[in-house]
C-alpha cells in the first residue's frame, strides 16, 4: 500500500489531474459523437458491443456482425476500435488520480480506500481485453466461438461493473468531502 500512496501522492497535482481528465473527455465524446454513431448506421440500431454494460451472447454478436455488414465491421475495426485503445489508459490513470485527489481531501489517501484509486485501472485493463476480443471476433467472423464471446463478454461485464462501483464510491467521496466543507464553514461562522 505504501508504495500505491507514493506513487498516487507524486502524480498527484491539480494540473496533471485536470490536463488527463480533459484529453479523457475529448476521447470519450470523440466516440459518443462521432465514431459510435458512424458504426451504429452500419447496425440498424443495433448496440455495439462496447456499449452493452449487461453483456451478450453468441447469437447477438452474430446478429450484430450480420446486420453490420462487410462496411460496418470494417469501420468498426478500423475507426472505432482504434480511437477506443486510447480511451482505457486514459479513464484508468484520469479517474484514479481524481478519486486519490478527493481521498486526499478527505484525508484518507493513506488509508484502505486508496486500493479503491485501482477500479478504474480495472475498468481500463477490462476494456482493452474487450478490445482484442472484439478485434478477433471481427477479423474471424463469420467464424464466431463461443470462447471467444464468452471471454469478450465477461470483460465488457467486468468493465462496467468495475466502472459503476467506482462512480459510485466517487459519488460518496464527494458527498463526505461536501459534508467536511458545510462543517469546517459551521465551525468557523460559531467561532466567528
Not at 465514431?35 to 448506421?41: L, N, S, V
Not at 488520480?97 to 486500493?115: C, N
Not at 477479423?139 to 463461443?146: I, Q, S
Request: glycine share 6%; proline share 3%; aromatic share 14%.
Amino acid at each position: 500500500m505504501r508504495r500505491l500512496t507514493k506513487f498516487i501522492e507524486s502524480k498527484n497535482s491539480g494540473k496533471i489531474i485536470l490536463g488527463l481528465f480533459i484529453l479523457t473527455n475529448i476521447i470519450y465524446v470523440y466516440m459518443l459523437m462521432v465514431t459510435i454513431p458512424k458504426t451504429m448506421e452500419f447496425s440498424k440500431g443495433m448496440k455495439l458491443l462496447d456499449m452493452m454494460p449487461t453483456g451478450y451472447d453468441w447469437n447477438y454478436v452474430n446478429e450484430l456482425f450480420n446486420t453490420l455488414g462487410e462496411n460496418g465491421r470494417k469501420y468498426y475495426l478500423t475507426n472505432q476500435i482504434p480511437v477506443d485503445m486510447f480511451y482505457p489508459i486514459l479513464f484508468g490513470l484520469s479517474y484514479s488520480l481524481i478519486f486519490a485527489y478527493f481521498l486526499k481531501k478527505i484525508e484518507k489517501l493513506s488509508t484502505s480506500f486508496i486500493y479503491l484509486c485501482l477500479l478504474p485501472i480495472i475498468g481500463g485493463i477490462a476494456d482493452y481485453l474487450e478490445n482484442f476480443g472484439i478485434i478477433k471476433m471481427l477479423n474471424n467472423y463469420p467464424d464466431l466461438t463461443e470462447t471467444t464471446v464468452n471471454m469478450t463478454n465477461t470483460f465488457s461485464v467486468l468493465k462496467s461493473t468495475s466502472t459503476s462501483i467506482f462512480f459510485i464510491a466517487l459519488i460518496g467521496i464527494i458527498i463526505l468531502l461536501g459534508i467536511k466543507f458545510v462543517k469546517r464553514n459551521k465551525t468557523s461562522a460559531n467561532s466567528v
